[in-house]
């Protein structure tokens, strides 16, 4: 019984019964994860034709991936350009595990793989794909659904998702595709041009000579150009390659984004050395791919050589053909492939009459891919699909929502449902909310070279940024002189933007100046500025604008430019803010000097929102039973508590009227330590005590113990007769102030004090805010910022918080820190004012002089102990020491040495000095002016500050 005893006396039942309901859910949960299944892997080099009728072959190094069980369902994992077979390791096996054979394969160009890289070319890597789609048709291992036709899904990141989709376009033995981060149109994704002149609706991308007009995305075409030269990871560059089976499973998966190992020529493994041809300049690219590349980089155009080449090389050739079931997902921070290019697979796909299901999530190639949620979200889309397992995934629409509040360092996420793609075949078309603009025309001026250009994302830096997204979407930098804005007023509610906004702009050249004969050159982008002006560039991303024909005499033109599509939500008291640039370092800016005049062309900004619904993720069942055990026992804990503290209620009824009265309180701590021992006083109706001991004294033990934070080894606490507990409801008659109040900067005093009150659940009109900061005496700067404030008027704020309410008995912890003196003076008018009212002030503090003009009362502590208790006047005396200043100092001193228990008598000069031995200082007075003695002055010959060191004994 001894052990039991002992634990008895350190934990509370509540805490035992909490802590054994803990382990009981602890082990319900660990016992639901099973090992995985195992995974086993063949490799194997196929070969297949170079090119369409061509003899010749190029070698492919694949690897199977193989379940427990087969035969099974297959899924294709192409990598992320860059990468290769070992890029997509973690992913290839999680969904191996979940029951897919999986066959993973280094793209021609990359890894083991010989061939030279056309990017995804219907001719060459979606051929490949299609004769790795005759191969796992042999394999008995894979399910098939006839002769020659595998069941067969196919998933990928980026340059893999965009093989999915043109293989699903050209083979109709694809069953399902789940591309990730992928594009549509590659013409429009690295030459976009978001500007119509004609009115036409910008809401798909463009193709064709309208992009051959775009303005040249060219460092992001720069990195993935020269990965293609030396096998470095287009995403991550200038990182090593990565060994098999080592990636991050959080950054690798799908193959995008951060996804895509790196495979430096000189350093990287033998199984992921880049072993296709280099050929000069052009790398391991083929001849017509460096010659797109070449034109567009030195002209900042595409002819219609290489728009044919991006277009053999896009998915848009083929999406027309596409009716297998399509889950598309996208990042929401992404300046590589934008939400446009989902939204246009998303809608040309469902005009063939597919199924399709469309998915945003808070990352892309600037923000991390996705994450194990919604990895396994993708394994039940193939898992359905594929063996109609789980439930139908359906075809709504999922996006994600960047909250503000943070915890361990991450944004909040929530999940956002709707129940359809907005404005695909059979749903609901886009709800747009309009939101005034307003700004007056402003010149732009276009610097030679292009140079300085503005800032608005860090192309090839996302995945170094993907834990800070809202970091990288603050980098945002506009340059004087270069830049147009134009603003909202503050929203009265949130606003979630979901999708591209659209605008209509009014732009002329300046009649006199030159125009450069490729047009003007734009870059617009909708920020969310907060009431302070701080801004943030949702996505990171800006729209390009190219105005072609701008006539040279000044006459306008007005376009409509489509933002960049993103997911924000912007609160109240936030504004939109439109910023139109002439550069963007990102991109290919136009080299000569001009200046434009732009303007609103319409006030109304059409802001897309899609309403939806918050949805929370399915929870496993052995989860479910660990939390229903933890509510049970949280609830079995709370009960066993309501009764203790009822069995714990202990009012003492001649104390009722007592502010407080502390009775051999004692606390200790393991090891022997004492903070405080058999500490005993009383403090009365309009008292103002001070609470005095140096450091080590238990002064703050003592305070937390008052407070109710800490409970006490020994003794007690009593509060108007009751006995103070964590919890107990006498401690609402407290205020306090220990240690020092934060407040928001951003907000008011009295919002700040609104705030606070609000968050003790007590009706409003019980906080008497006006007579707080009355007494406190604030006046209006109330009402202005706290950022405002001085170090003495925030303490003046927290005491005004501290007496809210009007509590019965004031708290404070070193109220004067800080202050200048004239400051001082006022807060000990507050403490006055405050306990004339028939209140009581318990102040600790260290300036002692200051106590000694404030304070009626002190308590001196040392060493956890009590040393002296009573009025400041009688600490300060002491053995009754005093002191008169008198016009006739012998006449006064045989006065004084003729009252009863007087003694010590002597003259130092004009001062008499006399130890009264108990005799009131008064009645010496009146002895003394009897005599005909005049007094001009009468105190204590010592001060509380001596007294203080004596008590001490220093």
């Given at each position: ?7 008895r ?5 509540p805490?035992l ?28 080099v ?25 035969p ?61 789609l ?21 998933t ?78 287009a ?45 000069g300049?052009?790398?391991r ?39 297998q ?27 063939n009459?597919a ?29 359905f ?43 609901e ?11 007056r ?36 930098l ?46 617009a ?33 007005e ?6 599509g ?82 714990a ?25 004492v ?32 407070m ?9 606490i ?6 103070v ?34 968050a003790?659940?007590?009706?409003a ?31 003046r ?36 004012r ?8 318990l ?43 008198v ?68």
């Amino acid at each position: 019984m001894a052990p039991l005893n002992r634990l008895r006396g350190r934990w509370s039942l509540p805490a035992l019964v909490i802590v054994v309901a803990l382990v009981g859910a602890t082990v319900v949960w660990t016992r639901q994860g099973d090992e995985p299944p195992p995974v086993s892997t063949r490799d194997a080099v196929i070969d297949v034709p170079e090119s369409p009728g061509s003899d010749r072959t190029v070698q492919i190094d694949t690897t199977l991936y193989l379940p427990e069980r087969t035969p099974a369902p297959a899924v294709l994992l192409p990598h992320g350009f860059g990468g290769s077979k070992a890029s997509v390791t973690a992913q290839a096996t999680e969904l191996a595990q979940r029951g897919f054979v999986v066959l993973a394969w280094s793209a021609r160009g990359f890894g083991r793989s010989t061939g030279q890289i056309a990017l995804n070319s219907l001719d060459h890597e979606v051929a490949d794909a299609r004769e790795l789609l005759d191969w796992l048709a042999s394999r008995e291992e894979v399910e098939r659904d006839g002769g020659g036709d595998p069941r067969v899904g196919v998933t990928g990141g980026s340059y893999g998702g965009a093989l999915a989709l043109s293989l699903a376009g050209v083979d109709p033995r694809v069953d399902t595709i789940a591309p990730v981060i992928t594009y549509n149109d590659l013409a429009q994704a690295l030459l976009p041009n978001s500007g119509r002149a004609d009115g036409v609706d910008a809401s798909t991308p463009a193709s064709g000579a309208f992009a051959a007009n775009g303005v040249f995305k060219r460092s992001w075409a720069g990195i993935f150009f020269s990965a293609g030269l030396s096998g470095a990871d287009a995403t991550n560059p200038g990182q090593e390659a990565s060994e098999p089976g080592q990636e991050d499973d959080d950054d690798q998966g799908l193959g995008g984004a951060a996804a895509a190992a790196p495979q430096p020529p000189a350093t990287a493994p033998d199984d992921v050395r880049p072993t296709g041809p280099v050929t000069g300049a052009c790398g391991r690219f083929q001849a017509d791919v460096c010659a797109a590349y070449t034109e567009v980089a030195t002209t900042g155009r595409a002819g219609p050589q290489t728009l044919e080449v991006l277009r053999r090389a896009s998915p848009s050739a083929v999406t027309d053909k596409i009716t297998q079931p399509t889950l598309i997902v996208q990042g929401e921070q992404d300046t590589l492939f934008g939400l446009d290019q989902a939204d246009a697979n998303a809608r040309q796909i469902a005009a063939n009459g597919a199924k399709v299901k469309v998915v945003w999530y808070a990352g892309g190639h600037d923000g991390g891919s996705p994450g194990p949620e919604l990895r396994g979200q993708i394994a039940d889309w193939l898992a359905f699909h594929l063996s109609g397992e789980g439930e139908d995934p359906g075809t709504d629409f999922e996006y994600t929502v960047v909250g503000a509040f943070r915890s361990s360092g991450s944004p909040s996420l929530r999940n956002v449902v709707a129940p359809a793609y907005p404005g695909v075949a059979g749903s609901e078309p886009v709800r747009r909310v309009d939101v005034p603009l307003t700004g007056r025309e402003q010149l732009v001026v276009n610097p030679a070279g292009g140079n300085p250009a503005a800032v608005s994302s860090l192309p090839g830096l996302g995945s170094v940024l993907s834990r800070s997204s809202s970091l990288s979407s603050r980098l945002s930098l506009d340059l004087p002189g270069q830049t147009a804005v134009f603003q909202s007023e503050p929203q009265t509610g949130q606003t979630l933007l979901t999708g591209s906004s659209t605008v209509r702009l009014r732009v002329a050249a300046v009649p006199g100046q030159p125009v450069p004969p490729e047009g003007a050159v734009l870059f617009a982008k909708l920020y969310d500025a907060d009431a302070n002006g701080v801004r943030v560039l949702p996505g990171s991303a800006v729209a390009p604008v190219r105005v072609s024909n701008l006539p040279a005499d000044g006459t306008p033109v007005e376009v409509t430019v489509t933002l960049p599509g993103a997911v924000r939500p912007v609160e109240s008291d936030h504004r939109f803010q439109l910023v139109v640039s002439t550069t963007d370092q990102a991109y290919a800016n136009a080299s000569q000097p001009a200046a434009y005049r732009v303007s609103l062309a319409s006030p109304a900004l059409s802001v897309p929102v899609v309403p939806g619904v918050n949805a929370t993720s399915d929870v496993p069942t052995g989860a479910l039973w660990g939390i229903g055990i933890v509510l049970i026992a949280s609830g079995i804990a709370a009960v066993v508590a309501w009764f203790r503290r009822r069995l714990a209620a202990d009012v003492d009824p001649e104390l009722a009227d007592v502010p407080l009265v502390i009775e051999d309180l004692t606390k200790s701590y393991p090891g022997g330590l004492v903070a405080v021992r058999d500490l005993s006083f009383r403090v009365e109706h309009g008292q103002v005590l001070g609470l005095l001991g140096p450091n080590g004294a238990g002064k703050t033990t003592t305070l937390r113990m008052l407070m109710g934070l800490i409970r006490p080894s020994g003794g007690g606490i009593r509060v108007f007769g009751h006995k103070v507990h964590p919890g107990a409801p006498v401690l609402s008659r407290i205020g306090s102030f220990v240690e020092g109040s934060g407040f928001l900067p951003h907000l008011s005093g009295a919002a700040n004090l609104e705030l606070y009150w609000a968050a003790t659940g007590r009706p409003a009109e019980q906080a008497h805010v006006e007579e707080a900061l009355e007494i406190a005496g604030l006046g209006n700067a109330v009402h202005r910022r706290v950022r405002t404030y001085s170090q003495g008027m925030r303490q003046r704020l927290a005491i005004a918080q501290a007496m809210l309410g009007l509590p019965d008995l004031l708290v404070l912890d070193e109220p004067t820190n800080g202050l200048d003196p004239p400051q001082i003076h006022q807060m000990r008018e507050v403490l006055r004012r405050y306990a004339a009212a028939g209140r009581t002030v318990l102040v600790s503090s260290h300036l002692l002089a200051e106590v000694e003009q404030t304070c009626t009362h002190v308590v001196v502590m040392h060493k956890g102990t009590l040393v002296a208790a009573g009025p400041v006047e009688e600490i300060a005396t002491g053995s009754g020491e005093a002191s008169f200043r008198v016009d006739r100092p012998e006449e006064a001193a045989s006065v004084l040495r003729g009252l009863f228990g007087v003694h010590e008598v002597h003259v130092d000069g004009e001062q008499v000095h006399a130890s009264l031995n108990g005799t009131p200082r008064a009645s010496a007075l009146e002895a003394l002016v009897a005599a005909g003695v005049a007094v001009d002055q009468a105190g204590p010959r010592r001060r509380l500050e001596d007294a203080f060191l004596e008590l001490v004994g220093e």
